[in-house]
């Protein structure tokens, strides 16, 4: 099983970034997912979510109206697209995939946002 996060980077204020997670080993398309985040000194907390069936997608009040997670089951892909990037939203990005008892997760992404 394999969760791999990559479209980190450093970007100013009000930029935008994609970041991508790469999924392998375990049947996809089955799998709620999520994007977390983590800020130095901080607990990890949920930034969007997008079920297996569905099209219901949840974001954190924070990023509401700016970011947007989606899902290629095909391609066995999560993407969450970012946009208008404050300095708060520098954290280091983690991909979550769950379903029932069972949960992955990736290594993380860093994404610095400062001018």
């Known amino acids: 099983v394999q969760l791999v996060e990559s479209g980190g980077g450093l970007v100013q204020p009000g930029g935008s970034l994609r970041l991508s997670c790469s999924a392998s080993?375990?049947?996809?398309?089955?799998?709620?997912l999520k994007w977390y985040r983590q800020a130095p000194g901080k607990e990890r907390r949920l930034v969007a979510g997008?079920?297996?069936?569905?099209?219901?997608?949840t974001y954190s009040d924070v990023v509401k109206g700016r970011f947007t997670i989606s899902r290629d089951n095909a391609k066995n892909m999560l993407y969450l697209q970012m946009n208008d990037l404050k300095p708060e939203d520098t954290a280091v990005y983690y991909c979550?995939?769950?379903?029932?008892?069972?949960?992955?997760w990736g290594q993380g992404t860093q994404v610095t946002v400062t001018s």
């Open positions: 080993g375990f049947h996809f398309s089955r799998f709620d």
């Open positions: 979550n995939a769950i379903y029932g008892s069972l949960g992955y």
């Open positions: 997008i079920p297996s069936v569905g099209v219901r997608r």
